[in-house]
C-alpha cells in the first residue's frame, strides 16, 4: 500500500524536475509580488516591517493559487486521474502522495526563499527563525485544503477565478495565525501559541484532507 | 476454483440524468469478449466507465465474480481485476514510457520490473523511444505504450475504449493476437471499436447499443 505512495511521490516529484521551469516561475511571482510591494508604499522602513507579515502571507496564497492550478489538471487531461480512481490502492493515499510532491516542490521553496524576502523588507534578523517556522507549518495547510478547491473544480473549463472564491476563505484561519506569529515575532513577543495552532490545523488537514481530496476528484470525474 | 464472471444486470447508464441506454442484460464468462457497438453518443465509453466504476450507474447492477482465491477472506473486488484502457492514453508528456508505464503499473497494484517493462517496449517495437519523453512520440506509438499494459498485467477484466485508434495494421493484429490469448486464458473483455477486429479464436459476443 505504501509503495503506490512513494512511486507517486517519486513520479510528481521527478515531472516538477523536469519541468523546473514552472517552478521558477512561481518562485520569481513570490519574489516579484514582495520586491514590488516597498515601490508602493515608499521607503518608510517602519512602515514596511509592519506590513512584511501579511505581505509576505498574501504573496505565498496568490502564488499558491497560481500553482495548485497544475495540480491535477495535467492528470485529468492525459487520463492518468482516471487510473488513481481506478487503482485499488486507496485514493485517498495517492491525493496525498501527490499534495507532499506539490508542497515539496512549492511551498518548500517559498519556505526557503522567505529569510532573503523579509531581510529585504528590513524585518528584524531574530524574527526569521519564527517566520520561516510559521511558513514550515502553514504552506503544507494551505496546499492540502487547496487540493480540495483544485479537484473539486477540475471539470470546470475555467476555473481559476472560483477557485480562489472557493479557498480563500478556507485559508483564513492560516493567515490569522500565521500572520500572528510572524508579528509576534517582530515585536519580540512569544509566538508559540500561533506556531502551535498552526501545527494543530496543519495535523487536522493531514489527517482530513486526503479524503475529501479524494470525494472530490470522484465527482469531478463522473 | 471458480471461474471468473461479469454479470450485468438491467443496466442503465447516462451522463447526468438523462439515461442513454436502459436495461442492458448481459453475462460473459470467463474466455469471453464483448464488442459494444453503437453509433457515436450511444454510451459505449459510458458503458465501460460505468463497468469499471469511475461512475455510478442510474440503475441496474454489475457484479464481478474473481478466479483469484483471496489470501485474507477479503472479497476480491473487481478494482483489484481490472485493466481499464481509457480514451486518453495516461501517459504523461514529459515522462518516458518506462517511467509512466512503471507508475501505471503500481497503481493497479502490480508490480513489474524495468527489465520487462523495455522488453515489452521492444516488442512492440518502441525500442528506440522507450526513454524519450512521451510528448515526443507520435500518436500511434503513444497507443502502443499505453497498450503496452496489456502485456504486463495479469488482471483477468480488461476494458477497452477504441484500442486500436491511431494504430497502424501491424499493430493491430498485434492487439488482436492479444486480446485473442487473453481470452483463450480465461479472461474476459469488454471492448469498442469503430473497425472490426479479427479475433479468432474466443468468442466475441456484439453488444448493440440501442437508443433510449
Same mark, same amino acid.
Given at each position: 500500500?505504501?509503495?503506490?505512495?512513494?512511486?507517486?511521490?517519486?513520479?510528481?516529484?521527478?515531472?516538477?524536475?523536469?519541468?523546473?521551469?514552472?517552478?521558477?516561475?512561481?518562485?520569481?511571482?513570490?519574489?516579484?509580488?514582495?520586491?514590488?510591494?516597498?515601490?508602493?508604499?515608499?521607503?518608510?522602513?517602519?512602515?514596511? /516591517?509592519?506590513?512584511?507579515?501579511?505581505?509576505?502571507?498574501?504573496?505565498?496564497?496568490?502564488?499558491?493559487?497560481? =500553482?495548485?492550478?497544475?495540480?491535477?489538471?495535467?492528470?485529468?487531461?492525459?487520463?492518468?486521474?482516471?487510473?488513481?480512481?481506478?487503482?485499488?490502492?486507496?485514493?485517498?493515499?495517492?491525493?496525498?502522495?501527490?499534495?507532499?510532491?506539490?508542497?515539496?516542490?512549492?511551498?518548500?521553496?517559498?519556505?526557503?526563499? =522567505?529569510?532573503?524576502?523579509?531581510?529585504?523588507?528590513? /524585518?528584524?534578523?531574530?524574527?526569521?527563525?519564527?517566520?520561516?517556522?510559521?511558513?514550515?507549518?502553514?504552506?503544507?495547510?494551505?496546499?492540502?485544503?487547496?487540493?480540495?478547491?483544485?479537484?473539486?473544480?477540475?471539470?470546470?473549463?475555467?476555473?481559476?477565478?472560483?477557485?480562489?472564491?472557493?479557498?480563500?476563505?478556507?485559508?483564513?484561519?492560516?493567515?490569522?495565525?500565521?500572520?500572528?506569529?510572524?508579528?509576534?515575532?517582530? =515585536?519580540?513577543?512569544?509566538?508559540?501559541?500561533?506556531?502551535?495552532?498552526?501545527?494543530?490545523?496543519?495535523?487536522?488537514?493531514?489527517?482530513?484532507?486526503?479524503?475529501?481530496?479524494?470525494?472530490?476528484?470522484?465527482?469531478?470525474?463522473? | 476454483?471458480?471461474?471468473?464472471?461479469?454479470?450485468?444486470?438491467?443496466?442503465? %447508464?447516462?451522463?447526468?440524468?438523462?439515461?442513454?441506454?436502459?436495461?442492458?442484460?448481459?453475462?460473459?464468462?470467463?474466455?469471453?469478449?464483448?464488442?459494444?457497438?453503437?453509433?457515436?453518443?450511444?454510451?459505449?465509453?459510458?458503458?465501460?466507465?460505468?463497468?469499471?466504476?469511475?461512475?455510478?450507474?442510474?440503475?441496474?447492477?454489475?457484479?464481478?465474480?474473481?478466479?483469484?482465491?483471496?489470501?485474507?477472506?477479503?472479497?476480491?473486488?473487481?478494482?483489484?481485476?481490472?485493466?481499464?484502457?481509457?480514451?486518453?492514453?495516461?501517459?504523461?508528456?514529459?515522462?518516458?514510457? /518506462?517511467?509512466?508505464?512503471?507508475?501505471?503499473?503500481?497503481? =493497479?497494484?502490480?508490480? /513489474?520490473?524495468?527489465?520487462?517493462?523495455?522488453?515489452?517496449?521492444?516488442?512492440?517495437?518502441?525500442?528506440?523511444?522507450?526513454?524519450?519523453? %512521451?510528448?515526443?512520440?507520435?500518436?500511434?506509438?503513444?497507443?502502443?505504450?499505453?497498450?503496452?499494459?496489456?502485456?504486463?498485467?495479469?488482471?483477468?477484466?480488461?476494458?477497452?475504449?477504441?484500442?486500436?485508434?491511431?494504430?497502424?495494421?501491424?499493430?493491430?493484429?498485434?492487439? %488482436?493476437?492479444?486480446?485473442?490469448?487473453?481470452?483463450?486464458?480465461?479472461?474476459?473483455?469488454?471492448?469498442?471499436?469503430?473497425?472490426?477486429?479479427?479475433?479468432?479464436?474466443?468468442?466475441?459476443?456484439?453488444?448493440?447499443?440501442?437508443? %433510449?
Amino acid at each position: 500500500m505504501l509503495s503506490v505512495f512513494w512511486a507517486v511521490l517519486r513520479r510528481d516529484l521527478l515531472l516538477a524536475f523536469r519541468q523546473r521551469g514552472v517552478l521558477v516561475h512561481h518562485l520569481l511571482f513570490f519574489v516579484l509580488v514582495v520586491a514590488l510591494f516597498p515601490l508602493g508604499t515608499g521607503a518608510d522602513a517602519a512602515v514596511l /516591517v509592519t506590513v512584511s507579515p501579511a505581505l509576505i502571507w498574501m504573496a505565498v496564497l496568490l502564488a499558491a493559487l497560481l =500553482s495548485l492550478q497544475r495540480l491535477f489538471r495535467p492528470d485529468y487531461e492525459d487520463g492518468t486521474l482516471e487510473q488513481y480512481v481506478l487503482s485499488p490502492e486507496p485514493l485517498a493515499l495517492i491525493a496525498l502522495a501527490k499534495v507532499v510532491a506539490y508542497w515539496l516542490a512549492s511551498g518548500l521553496v517559498f519556505v526557503l526563499a =522567505s529569510p532573503l524576502l523579509v531581510l529585504l523588507l528590513g /524585518v528584524p534578523a531574530h524574527a526569521v527563525p519564527v517566520i520561516m517556522a510559521s511558513l514550515l507549518l502553514g504552506t503544507p495547510t494551505l496546499g492540502l485544503v487547496g487540493a480540495i478547491g483544485t479537484a473539486l473544480t477540475l471539470s470546470l473549463p475555467r476555473a481559476g477565478l472560483l477557485l480562489s472564491l472557493l479557498i480563500f476563505p478556507l485559508y483564513v484561519p492560516v493567515l490569522i495565525f500565521g500572520a500572528g506569529a510572524m508579528r509576534a515575532a517582530i =515585536s519580540g513577543l512569544p509566538s508559540a501559541g500561533a506556531l502551535y495552532l498552526l501545527g494543530a490545523l496543519l495535523a487536522l488537514g493531514i489527517t482530513t484532507a486526503p479524503f475529501a481530496i479524494a470525494a472530490a476528484l470522484k465527482i469531478s470525474l463522473e | 476454483m471458480t471461474l471468473p464472471r461479469l454479470v450485468i444486470r438491467n443496466l442503465s %447508464c447516462g451522463r447526468g440524468e438523462r439515461a442513454l441506454f436502459r436495461d442492458l442484460d448481459m453475462t460473459l464468462e470467463a474466455g469471453e469478449a464483448a464488442r459494444i457497438l453503437g453509433e457515436n453518443g450511444s454510451g459505449k465509453t459510458t458503458l465501460l466507465r460505468t463497468l469499471g466504476g469511475l461512475q455510478s450507474p442510474l440503475a441496474g447492477d454489475i457484479e464481478w465474480q474473481s478466479a483469484t482465491p483471496s489470501d485474507d477472506g477479503e472479497p476480491i473486488l473487481l478494482q483489484d481485476d481490472l485493466c481499464f484502457i481509457g480514451h486518453e492514453n495516461a501517459l504523461n508528456g514529459a515522462l518516458t514510457p /518506462v517511467e509512466n508505464l512503471d507508475v501505471l503499473m503500481r497503481l =493497479s497494484a502490480r508490480r /513489474v520490473t524495468e527489465k520487462r517493462i523495455v522488453e515489452t517496449l521492444t516488442d512492440l517495437g518502441l525500442k528506440r523511444v522507450a526513454r524519450r519523453p %512521451c510528448e515526443r512520440l507520435s500518436a500511434g506509438q503513444k497507443r502502443r505504450a499505453s497498450l503496452a499494459r496489456l502485456w504486463l498485467t495479469d488482471a483477468p477484466l480488461w476494458l477497452l475504449d477504441e484500442p486500436a485508434s491511431a494504430l497502424d495494421v501491424d499493430a493491430r493484429g498485434v492487439l %488482436c493476437a492479444r486480446i485473442d490469448s487473453h481470452v483463450s486464458a480465461g479472461g474476459v473483455v469488454v471492448f469498442t471499436t469503430h473497425e472490426e477486429l479479427a479475433i479468432a479464436n474466443g468468442s466475441v459476443r456484439r453488444v448493440e447499443l440501442a437508443p %433510449c
